[in-house]
């Protein structure tokens, strides 16, 4: 399991002195950093039968490693947010799984997946070695499974690890956050990051890509990896035409935003959010933070437009951010979206 660059520093500080890792760490950063991949170097290392050194990784070749790769490790348990439950029992289970044969994706990680974990922390190590517990993404859990969690926690064997990764650990109970050790991940370097997604073979398009996307690597290779980044060039070239209204706009990011796999409306308020706060900090500074590559469309697009205005959108767009996951009418929501972003930049009259 690799140590991304720009974690190595981290690494290397929680490592520092032996036997310092407690039992539960909670690896904070913000979306898109490589929590997740911390995470699981940290729980590879603690499972490890042959790292050697303060400040190495996993070996990668024992046995405990080829386990964690191949996925049957016994002494491992990663808890992600589980697929939804169809609705209704009996019958109308039958009849709706005929109906709808898909599973909802979840976004919360639910009281019995923590109580699943008790017999897994209690009952002996299949190896007599560390067990290991990844919870990802833990602010997924929902009050009741932090409170199961919160039991376990106060007595775990001293063989347990939990490792809670998180882009959003403020919000996690304040007892679970009191009960971890928080090792904060730093921003990724902008040069590290680079050299990391050519290194990952993602690198022609990045340089535009990263800076979109707040300088997030990881985030960048999976929009390269899964088509979101084209997606996004079209959201963004569509931000810059003129003489469109909000239905026609809305159509067109219609055919870009997928429910599942792909560009999400929460994505595309945030590009949107993104090119607005451009238009604000080049009217009142001459620069721009995401649009580096769009530098020359922003400067074009943000003369003769109204900063209140803009200020008055950007501040909307936030509370949109909030309810785009679950919206009431998602065609209103995309029409409703451009026809406030389509106002901002309306020149002065
Ligand atoms: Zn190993």
New binding site residues.
């Given amino acids: 399991m690799p140590i991304l660059p720009w974690h190595a520093e981290t690494w290397n500080t929680l490592f520092g002195t032996p036997d310092a890792i407690p039992a539960a760490v909670l690896v904070a950063g913000e979306p898109g950093w490589g929590q997740d991949v911390f995470s699981q170097a940290l729980a ?1 290392r603690l ?5 050697q050194g303060t400040g190495a990784g ?5 046995e ?2 080829r386990w964690l790769a191949a996925g049957t490790h016994p002494d491992y348990r990663r808890v992600i947010p589980e697929a939804d439950e169809e609705e209704g029992e009996g019958e109308e289970a039958e009849a709706s799984r005929s109906r709808k044969p898909e599973k909802k994706k979840s976004t919360q990680i639910r009281i019995e997946q923590i109580r699943a974990l008790e017999d897994f922390v209690f009952t002996g190590s299949h190896r007599r070695g560390n067990r290991v517990i990844v919870l990802d993404p833990a602010e997924a859990m929902n009050p009741a499974a932090a409170n199961a969690l919160l039991k376990i926690l106060e007595e775990p064997p001293s063989t347990v690890y939990f490792v809670l990764s998180s882009s959003a650990w403020r919000r996690l109970l304040p007892t679970v956050i009191s009960r971890c050790r928080r090792v904060t991940l730093p921003r990724p370097r902008e040069d590290l990051a680079l050299a990391w997604l050519h290194a990952e073979g993602v690198g022609a398009e990045a340089g535009a890509l990263l800076p979109v996307l707040g300088g997030a690597p990881v985030a960048a290779r999976e929009w390269l990896e899964d088509g979101r980044s084209a997606a996004a060039r079209a959201v963004i070239a569509s931000l810059q035409e003129t003489g469109t209204d909000p239905v026609s706009l809305a159509a067109r990011w219609g055919t870009l935003v997928k429910d599942q796999d792909g560009l999400t409306r929460e994505n595309l308020v945030g590009l949107v959010q993104r090119w607005v706060f451009d238009l604000i900090l080049f009217s009142l500074a001459g620069q721009v933070r995401f649009m580096a590559a769009h530098r020359a469309a922003v400067e074009k697009g943000a003369r003769g437009l109204s900063i209140p205005r803009l200020l008055a959108c950007y501040n909307e767009l936030l509370r949109i951010r909030m309810v785009s996951q679950h919206p009431l009418n998602a065609q209103l929501f995309l029409e409703d979206l451009a026809a406030r972003f389509l106002m901002a930049i309306a020149t002065k009259p």
């Fill in positions: 590879a499972l490890c039968d042959g790292a996993a070996c990668g070749k024992c405990s490693c």
